[in-house]
């Protein structure tokens, strides 16, 4: 505005000091010509001298007047270019401003976001590492790991946050999990198994170990798999104690089949001590005793049967 103002105020000036130099100049020329007519200058010479300037005057006052109102056109079309550009700084520097006022709360949002992620990852984790001797954890779909428990971290020799990102059948081969995992992915269904034989390479003297363990796959809103939770439990104690289970109640069945106990009531003979078989035969005692149980006999003869049977060995003795 301010040199709108000095322009505008340059151009008056300009312009009234053309007119009034035409306007005198055109004065003088009436005033002369009045002048030799009434006689008071009687001198043509001194006549021409001053004529000719007042009659040349008046069309170079009328060209610089055309050329004031060029420039001043000129002038006037300087001040609305440079009002329109005024304006447009003006009008950008706000959109500029409402666009940083936006950005800077985009800002403020992320970072709360990311703090709240971090609290729920920290307290996930947590909740994760308090879950005892089970084996936890998250995968994305490239069977990456997310989320890692300290129990299973520890399988591998690494804390939880050096796990994040590495893959697991890198770490440990294992095509048969790793098929297991793919199907999952590709399925979306779930999986589990029990007792799940596995031996770490590179480690003989653990032997063969065995683990109970799922898996669950995460979908979004949509229904597409985007990530797979594991849990795994090392159940190789359990299975080696129930195999030495199994085994001693396999050797307790053999030892029972062994044993032929008696009971009930057994027909025997008054006279002769048969009993009577349940094929309906008699046998000696001792033959039915021996078939129905693991004594074997000895014989001899007792104090009274030896006086009776041997009398003469009796006397002896």
């Known amino acids: 505005m301010l040199f709108r103002t000095v322009l505008t105020r340059f151009g008056v000036i300009k312009l009234t000091g053309i007119l009034t130099a035409f306007c005198v100049l055109l004065s003088l020329s ?12 009687r001198n043509i010479g001194i006549f021409l001298s001053l004529l000719i300037p007042s009659l040349v005057a008046p069309p170079v006052c009328i060209l610089l007047l055309r050329l004031n109102r060029s420039l001043y056109r000129v002038q006037e079309e300087l001040l609305r270019t440079q009002e329109g550009l005024e304006r447009r700084v003006a009008e950008r520097t706000e959109e500029l401003d409402e666009k940083n006022e936006r ?3 985009e800002i403020q949002e992320k970072k709360q976001a990311e703090a709240a992620l971090q609290r729920e990852h920290a307290l996930l984790q947590t909740v994760m590492n308090s879950a005892g001797n089970a084996h936890l954890a998250y995968l994305d779909r490239s069977l990456n790991y997310v989320l890692v428990n300290e129990t299973l971290a520890a399988v591998y020799g690494y804390r939880p946050e050096e796990m994040i990102g590495k893959n697991p059948f890198a770490l440990i081969p294992n095509a048969e999990g790793e098929a297991i995992c793919s199907q999952v992915r590709d399925t979306g269904k779930a999986f589990e ?7 770490f390479p590179g480690q003989p003297e653990r ?5 109970d363990w799922t898996l669950h796959a995460v979908k979004d809103p949509g229904g ?5 939770v594991l849990s795994a439990y090392d159940t190789t104690e359990r299975k080696r104690n129930k195999d030495r289970m ?3 109640v396999l050797e307790l069945q053999e030892s029972l089949a062994k044993v032929k106990t008696l009971n009930g009531l057994l027909p025997i003979c008054a006279s002769c001590k048969k009993i009577r078989t349940d094929q309906g035969y008699w046998e000696q005692i001792e033959t039915y005793i021996r078939g129905h149980s693991e004594v074997e006999f000895t014989h001899g003869i007792c104090p009274e049967c030896m006086e009776k049977l041997y009398p003469e060995l009796s006397e002896k003795k």
Request: aromatic residues 22%; charged residues 15%.
């Open 207 to 211: 032997g063969i170990t065995y683990w």
């Open 30 to 41: 009436f005033y002369l010509a009045f002048a030799f007519i009434v006689g008071e200058v």
């Open 103 to 105: 950005l800077r709360d």
């Open 224 to 228: 597409h798999v985007i990530g797979l």
């Open 246 to 248: 199994e085994q001693l």
């Open 193 to 199: 198994v029990h007792d799940f034989p596995f031996e």
